[in-house]
C-alpha cells in the first residue's frame, strides 16, 4: 500500500466532510453526521477504485454507485464538486428550491440513476444494473453504500438473496455500520458479526473492516470482483466521524450543527483535509454505444373476432412476440410466470428473463436497475402482489423511471381462489404514481398493442391483465393510443353513457343488449386508458346522454376507473355514478362474485334503469 | 416415543390428506400437493402438541397456528373437521360462494386468526401475537407454517429479526421445505442448510427435519421454547407426499387430481389412515378472561386558540394522555418515533411500546397480531414508508382486522427533505382497503378527538398527520366524529364551497381572507373524515355555492380527498375542481412548495376567481 495514497483518500474524506458539514449547516438541515460516517469508504471508492467518467456519468460501461442511505446525500454531492462536476459554491445552495442538491438524491442530477431515500432499495437497484450488465456483456461493477439501520428493511434481504443466486459477483455492497438509527442505536451497535453472518448466510463473500481506515478500507476493495460470490464490505463506522463533539452521540440524526459548531469541526478537519483535484480517476473500459431503439414495427397479430383469449395470456404472447424485433426487451416475474403467461417470453428469450422468485419488491428494484440501462424491463406478477412493492414503485415514479408492470388476476373475476389473491387497489395505487400510465385491457389485441406501445414508452406503466378468458373484440388493426378510448355502442337517443374496463366491458355490452330490449339504449365506452383517460370521447359521448355516466369497474369502489372518471368529468358538471366492489370478497365462482358484488350486466342495467 | 403415538399421528396426516384431496378435487381447483407436504407437519401439531380448546378457538391462551402459506387451506379445514368443529361433509363445499371454506384461509372461520394467502406474512403476524403474551403475561405458543418458496420474501426476515431481537422464544415457525414452487423449483431444492443459516445468522435456534419422519416431528416440537430464542423447525418434504403418481413432481402447484387419480390416490391412503375422533387435546392453561374495554372518557385536552402545534406531535401527547386510561393501547413505531412523537408514549408506558426499527412490513403485521388479542395498536412512520406495507395493510382489511395507522410527514409541506419522505399517494392507498377509515385533522383538537374515536373504534384506521405546526382553530369541547365534516366559513352568497384538510384548511381560510377583501365569499369545509366523507355536510353547503366545489389536497391529485369528493357528490350534478399535487415535487421550503405545487392560498383564490 502507498503511505501516500492512504493519506491523499484520507484528507479527500476530511473535505467531503468538510463539504457536508458546510451545505448542511447553509441549509439548516440535513444529516452531516451520516455524510462523516462513510466518507473514507466514499473516497476510496470514487478516488481510489471505481472505474468511470467523470466527464460523462451516464457512460455505460463508467462503475456505478448507488446510495442506499440516501439521506447521506450531502456526500455524494461533495464528491461530484470535487469531480469538478459541480461546482464547490453550489454545495452552499443545499436542499433549496432552485438547487437540484435536494435533501436526497434524485434523478435531476445527471450523476443520479435513481431516486433513494426510502431505505432499503439500493441493492436491488445495484441487482438489476448488473443483470444489464450480463445482458449486455459489460464489466462495470456497481457499489451500493447501505446504512446499518437499513439493514432491516426485508427488501436488503430480497436483493441479498437474488445477488447470491444469481451470482452476481460485480455487485458490492458497503455496510456503514455507525451503530446509531434516528431514534435510538440499532439492535445490533457495533456488533459487525451479526451482519457478516447474515450476508454470508445469503451466499455473499464478506469483509469486515475499520471503516475509518483507509488502508483497509483499499485492501478490501481492490479484492471487489473476485470469485462468483457478490461482495458485503461490513465497516465499522463512527456517526460523525472527524466531529470530535458530536461523534458516536445520540440525537444526532438529521440534524445540522450550528453555525459556530460547524466552524469549530471544520477547523479541525481542515489541517487533515485535501482537495481531489488533481487526483486521476481511472477510465472505464470502452465499450460501443447502445444505439438500440424500438423498431420501426413489430411483427402483427393474429386474432379472429369473438376468439376466447384471456388478457393475461395475451399479455405473454405480445411479449413473446414483440421481444425478437425488440432486443431492449426483458422480463422479469415472481414465480407467477405460468399464470402471468411471462414463461411465453421466458421460453423464446431464455437470457432476457429472470426469475425473481417471490419477493416483489426487489424485482421492481431490479427492474429500475435494468431500466438505467436503457432495457424496457417488464415486471410481472398478479396484480395485488404489487402492491408489496408500492414504496419501491413509488420511488421509481420519483425517479423519473422507465419499468412496465404487469398485473394478471384482478378483482373478484379471478373466482375461487379468494380475496387473497384479487387485485381490488391496484389502479388506485397505481395512478397515485408520478407520471404513471394505467392501462385495462378488456380484449387479446387491446393487450398485444398496449404492450408494444409499453415498451415503446417510457414512464412508470401498469397493464391490468384478467384471469377469465375473454371474446376478441377488436380488429387485428385496431390502434390503441395511450389517452384514447373506444365506443363500441352508440345510438341515438341513448341515455346513459358506461364507461368499463377488462371484464366489466364484457358485462356492460351484455348489459346494452339487455336493455335494448326493453327500448333503453346505453352508449358504452372501453377505457382501455384509465390514466391518462380517454377524457375527450367519454365526454362527447356522455354530452349525447344528457351527460349520465355509470362507471362500472372490477376494483373496489375507491380511487379506481370511477374515481378516475368523476374527477375528471364532474367539474364540467356531468353526473357520474359507480359501481364498484365495495366489500371484502368471498371465494367463489367468477360470474357469481360478479353478480354478488354488482358489477355484472344485471347490476349495470339496474343501475342504468334507475337513472331514467 | 410412544410408537402408538407416531402411528396415530401419521394415522391422522394421512387423513389429513384424504380430506385435501377430495375437497380440491370437489372443488375442481385448489393445491391438495401443498397441504399433502405439510401434512405430518400439521397433524403432529395439532394432535399432539398444542394446547387448545377446539371448541373455543378464540379462547386467550390457546396456542395459536398461522398457516402462512395459505394456499394449504385444504389442509387447515381438514384438521378443524377432525377436531369435530366443522362438519366433514362441509369439505366438500370448498371454494363455494355458500361456504366459508374459501380459496385461502379468511377469518369468517372462527378458528382463523387472520386472512393469509399473500405470502410471508405470517411470520409477523406471529410475532405480534407473541408481543401480546408478553404485555398480557399468557403463555401459549405460536406455531407459523411456512413454505420454503414464500422464504424469498424480505417479510419473513424482518420478522424473523424481530422476533430475533425481542427473543420470542414461543414463536416457532416451521419450514414445509418441498423444493417446489409455483412455476419451477426453489431456489435451493432441498438444501435445508441454506434455511438454518439463515434463520441462525437471525439468530433464532433452528432443527432440521425430515418432515415425514413422525418420531422425529414430535421429539423437535416437543423442544419448543426452551431458551430464549425462536425456534425454526426445517423440514424437509415431498410436495404430493402420499400421492405417489405425482410426489416431487413439477406442473403440480395449484391443481386438483381427477376424479380417478383422487380416487386411486386415497385407495392407496385410506388403509394407512385414521380419523382422529378420540384423540384427546391438551387444554389450554386456564387464564382469566380480558374484559378490558374502552373506558368512557379520556382526560381532557388543553389548547389554546391559536396555539401553534403539529398534527404530528398531537398525535404523539393523545397517545400518551389515553394510554393510562386504556391499557388495550399498545404502539409501534419504525425508528421514527421522535418524528411521529410516539415517543410521548414509549416514555410512559414503556412496556406497551415496541420499537420495529426500520421495517414496515413486520411492523404491521405485528400489530395485526396483536391485534388479534384486543390490542389497540397504533403503528406511526411517515406516512410515505407505510406504503412499504401496502400488503400487509391489504390482508389486514381482508382479515377485517383492527390496527391504527398513524402516517406523519405527508406531502410537499414537509419540505427540504424531498420527494422520498413526502407522502403523496397515502390516501389513495388507505381509501382503497376494504372497511378503512382515513382521517386528516388540520389541528391539534382534532387530532387528539380523532386519536380517541381510533382507539375506541373496531377496523383499518389511518391517521395522515402533518410535519408543520399549525395555529389550533377547535375549542377543546369540540367533538369530531368519523364520517363527518365542519364547516369554518360560510356566508349568504358565496359563490363556492372549498372543500380542504391538514394544511391546505388552512390554506383555505386565508385564500377566503383574500377573497373577502375582492368581496368574494367562500365556504370552507374541514373533511378531517376522508372516508367515510363527510358527505351530507359538504352537499348542504354547496347547494348554497351554486354546486361549485374546489377541492385542494396535499397529495397527488389522484385517487385523493378530491377523488372522494367528485366520486360521492358528482352523481348529484356537484362540479368539483381538483387542486392537488401533479408531478414529482422538488426540495424546498414548505411554503414555497404550497405554491409551486398550485395548493397555496393563492392557487385555491386563483381557482375560485376562474368559477364565477
Redesign the interface.
Known amino acids: 500500500m502507498n503511505p501516500a495514497t492512504v493519506e491523499m483518500l484520507s484528507g479527500i474524506a476530511n473535505q467531503l466532510r468538510i463539504h457536508s458539514i458546510t451545505a448542511t449547516t447553509a441549509?439548516g438541515?440535513?444529516h452531516p453526521t451520516s455524510a462523516c460516517s462513510a466518507a473514507d469508504l466514499v473516497a476510496a471508492l470514487f478516488f481510489g477504485q471505481m472505474r468511470f467518467d467523470p466527464k460523462n456519468p451516464q457512460y455505460r460501461n463508467n462503475d456505478r454507485f448507488i446510495l442506499s442511505k440516501?439521506h447521506a446525500a450531502p456526500l455524494l454531492y461533495a464528491v461530484w464538486a470535487e469531480l469538478g462536476v459541480l461546482p464547490v459554491s453550489d454545495l452552499a445552495r443545499l436542499?433549496?428550491?432552485g438547487s437540484?442538491l435536494?435533501?436526497?438524491p434524485?434523478p435531476?442530477l445527471p450523476f443520479v440513476d435513481v431516486?433513494?431515500?426510502?431505505?432499503?432499495q439500493g441493492l436491488s437497484v445495484g441487482a438489476g444494473m448488473q443483470l444489464a450488465a450480463r445482458v449486455d456483456h459489460l464489466d462495470f461493477r456497481t457499489y451500493v453504500l447501505l446504512g446499518d439501520?437499513?439493514c432491516?428493511?426485508?427488501?436488503?434481504?430480497?436483493a441479498a438473496?437474488f445477488a447470491g443466486?444469481y451470482q452476481l459477483n460485480s455487485l458490492i455492497a458497503l455496510i456503514d455500520v455507525n451503530r446509531l438509527?434516528?431514534?435510538?442505536p440499532?439492535?445490533f451497535g457495533h456488533d459487525l458479526d451479526?451482519y457478516k453472518?447474515?450476508f454470508?448466510?445469503?451466499?455473499w463473500r464478506t469483509e469486515v473492516i475499520d471503516g475509518h481506515d483507509m488502508e483497509e478500507i483499499i485492501e478490501v476493495l481492490s479484492a471487489a470482483g473476485l470469485g462468483t460470490q457478490p461482495l458485503a464490505i461490513i465497516a465499522k463506522t463512527v456517526k460523525g466521524h472527524g466531529i470530535p463533539a458530536i461523534e458516536d452521540k445520540e440525537g444526532w440524526h438529521g440534524k445540522p450543527l450550528s453555525k459556530e459548531e460547524a466552524a469549530r469541526a471544520i477547523a479541525e478537519l481542515q489541517p487533515k483535509a485535501r482537495a481531489a483535484g488533481d487526483v486521476p480517476i481511472a477510465p472505464p473500459r470502452a465499450v460501443a454505444p447502445d444505439t438500440r431503439v424500438a423498431p420501426e414495427a413489430y411483427p402483427p397479430i393474429h386474432y379472429k373476432l369473438g376468439e376466447l383469449v384471456a388478457t393475461r395470456e395475451a399479455y405473454g404472447t405480445a411479449l413473446a412476440r414483440i421481444g425478437g424485433a425488440d432486443e431492449r426487451i426483458v422480463a422479469l416475474?415472481g414465480?407467477?410466470?405460468?399464470?402471468t403467461y411471462s414463461?411465453k417470453f421466458m421460453k423464446k428469450f431464455p437470457d432476457r428473463f429472470f426469475?425473481c422468485?417471490?419477493?416483489e419488491?426487489?424485482m421492481v428494484g431490479a427492474a429500475l436497475g435494468l431500466s438505467v440501462f436503457h432495457k424496457e424491463a417488464f415486471v410481472s406478477t398478479f396484480a395485488?402482489?404489487l402492491?408489496?412493492a408500492?414504496?419501491q414503485i413509488?420511488?421509481a415514479?420519483?425517479s423519473?423511471g422507465n419499468i412496465k408492470l404487469c398485473g394478471s388476476h384482478v378483482g373478484v373475476s379471478i373466482g375461487?381462489?379468494?380475496?387473497?389473491?384479487m387485485a381490488?387497489?391496484d389502479i388506485?395505487?397505481m395512478?397515485?404514481?408520478?407520471?404513471s400510465v394505467v392501462l385495462y385491457p378488456a380484449d387479446a389485441v387491446a393487450t398485444e398493442k398496449l404492450v408494444e406501445q409499453m415498451a415503446r414508452g417510457r414512464g412508470i406503466f401498469f397493464l391490468r391483465t384478467s384471469r377469465p378468458k375473454a371474446p376478441v373484440l377488436y380488429d387485428n388493426e385496431e390502434q390503441f393510443p395511450i389517452g384514447g378510448a373506444k365506443v363500441l355502442r352508440k345510438t341515438p337517443g341513448d341515455k346513459v353513457t358506461v364507461v368499463a374496463a377488462g371484464v366489466t366491458l364484457h358485462e356492460a355490452l351484455r348489459a346494452a343488449d339487455e336493455l335494448s330490449k326493453e327500448g333503453v339504449g346505453i352508449s358504452v365506452i372501453d377505457a382501455y386508458s384509465v390514466?391518462p383517460l380517454g377524457t375527450d370521447l367519454i365526454r362527447s359521448t356522455a354530452e349525447q346522454t344528457g351527460r349520465q355516466i355509470v362507471t362500472v369497474e372490477d376494483?373496489?369502489?375507491?380511487?379506481?376507473l370511477?374515481?378516475?372518471v368523476?374527477?375528471e368529468?364532474?367539474?364540467?358538471?356531468?353526473?357520474?355514478?359507480?359501481l364498484g366492489v365495495r366489500?371484502?370478497p368471498?371465494?367463489?365462482?367468477s360470474e357469481?362474485?360478479l353478480a354478488?358484488y354488482g358489477i355484472n350486466a344485471q347490476a349495470i342495467a339496474g343501475a342504468v334503469r334507475a337513472l331514467i
Open positions: 441549509a438541515s440535513g440516501g436542499r433549496q428550491i437540484d435536494e435533501g436526497h434524485t435531476r431516486s433513494t431515500g426510502s431505505l432499503g439501520g437499513e432491516a428493511e426485508g427488501s436488503v434481504w430480497e438473496n443466486i438509527g434516528q431514534s435510538q440499532t439492535a451479526v453472518r447474515r454470508e448466510a445469503f451466499n416475474d414465480d407467477t410466470k405460468n399464470s414463461e426469475e422468485f417471490i419477493a419488491q426487489n395485488a402482489f402492491t408489496r408500492h414504496d413509488r420511488m415514479g420519483h423519473m375461487e381462489d379468494g380475496a387473497s389473491q381490488l387497489e388506485a395505487m395512478r397515485a404514481v408520478a407520471g390514466k376494483h373496489y369502489i375507491e380511487g379506481g370511477g374515481d378516475a368523476a374527477g368529468l364532474s367539474g364540467e358538471g356531468f353526473r357520474v355514478h359507480k366489500e371484502s368471498h371465494s367463489g365462482k357469481e362474485l354478488r
